[in-house]
């Protein structure tokens, strides 16, 4: 009974990342970012990268600071680097799915803190990753959001009125 248990319980980490996700959009951020830490303090730095990909992932948007998201960002991207170093490691090849939008936040983040080099390198990224992409409604909405990010960087990388306070994903 127990090693059912045990084998159990990973799978469920996603259901509980993604019962967390509905809270974070229904409003309650504070909330939300409570839990993912919490939910962060089980999976721990070791636990499995899929698992602390998809969670660094959200968690970043729960960040008031934008330095504190770039760092959730940056957690996620080194996560899915390491899922995708184990081929054949379950969710080895769901992780590519997360490239294109990682690397699209960590653009984001890097246009609101005033690095357009390292926005643009990560927008480059994003857009290099989503020819992966399915044409489906996942797809096409990460399609859009880093065509919506380039139009609002404009031509230097920098959003309009220069780096500025946390904003919502484009």
Known sequence: MAERQEQAAPDAVPTR????????????REEARHRFLGLWAE?????????RCTLAHYLADTQ????????WDLRALTAAEEAGRS???PGALA??????????????????LGRPDAARTHLDRA???ARTLAEDRYGDGVRAA???LESWL?????????????????
């Open 87 to 89: 081929p054949g490691r």
């Open 146 to 148: 880093i065509r919506r």
């Open 43 to 51: 999976i721990g730095e070791h636990g499995d990268p899929l698992h």
């Open 17 to 28: 990342i993604g019962q967390v996700v509905m809270l974070h959009h229904a409003g309650d």
């Open 154 to 170: 404009g031509d230097d990388g920098t959003p309009p009125g220069g780096p500025g306070p946390p904003r919502r994903r484009p």
């Open 127 to 129: 857009r290099g990753a």
């Open 64 to 71: 008031d600071d934008p330095e504190d998201e770039l760092a």
């Open 95 to 112: 992780v590519r799915a997360f490239y294109p939008s990682l690397h699209l936040s960590l653009a984001d983040d890097y246009a609101r």
